[in-house]
């Protein structure tokens, strides 16, 4: 937090930090990221389109270089041989003929976004391929959650804005306990 810290400090009183803030913030936590930058946009006009754009740039590029973890782990010989397996083989097929609905799933289906993109590195799914693909689902997420903050803002009116921050930190907040609830029950992979 301090290397964050340092950096908006470099823009003394300037409406930058909030823009970088919100660029980092993927980095750190997409989910949360994605609510904060549309609560934002929806409470105050001035963000609205911009915000927008910062985010996806900042969810696109937190992605990207994620593929390549799984390509390095190639250079490592015990892994390249693990990948020679019947049931990894298998699994690298059915990734590279599905890469559309995975990298779909990984965007939307909670803990799996991290292993399907290292997994596509991995795999060694075209990069041009995969970076296409993270950013149209990217995309979609995005304007799914900025269209429903701002649905909600209307719906809920002027008045009660201040509430739309406090709900999203309340719903990031519930979903990362009911993610570690299910993951005390789910049963671990020997």
Avoid at 49 to 69: C, E, N, Q, R
Avoid at 166 to 174: F, K, M, N
Wanted: net charge positive; glycine share 4%; proline share 5%.
């Amino acid at each position: 937090m301090d290397f964050l810290n340092d950096i908006l400090d470099f823009f003394p009183d300037s409406p930058l930090k909030v823009y970088i803030a919100v660029f980092l913030g993927p980095f750190v936590q997409e989910d949360a990221a994605v609510l904060l930058a549309a609560s934002l946009s929806a409470n105050n006009p001035d963000y609205h389109p911009t915000m927008f754009f910062v985010i996806l740039a900042g969810l696109f590029l937190s992605d990207a270089w994620k593929y390549w973890i799984g390509w390095a782990a190639l250079k490592n010989e015990r892994a390249r041989a693990f990948t020679e397996k019947k049931q990894v083989a298998d699994f690298q097929d059915k990734i590279k003929a599905n890469i559309v609905a995975t990298l779909f799933a990984a965007r939307f289906v909670p803990l799996t976004r991290i292993p399907a993109y290292v997994a596509c590195g991995f795999f060694r799914v075209p990069y041009w391929k995969y970076c296409i693909l993270i950013a149209i689902t990217a995309t979609i997420y995005t304007v799914i959650i900025f269209a429903s903050c701002h649905l909600l803002g209307e719906v809920i009116g002027e008045r009660f804005e201040w509430l739309m921050p406090i709900g999203g930190v309340i719903l990031a907040l519930s979903y990362v306990g009911y993610k570690i609830w299910r993951s005390k029950r789910v049963p671990s992979l020997k």
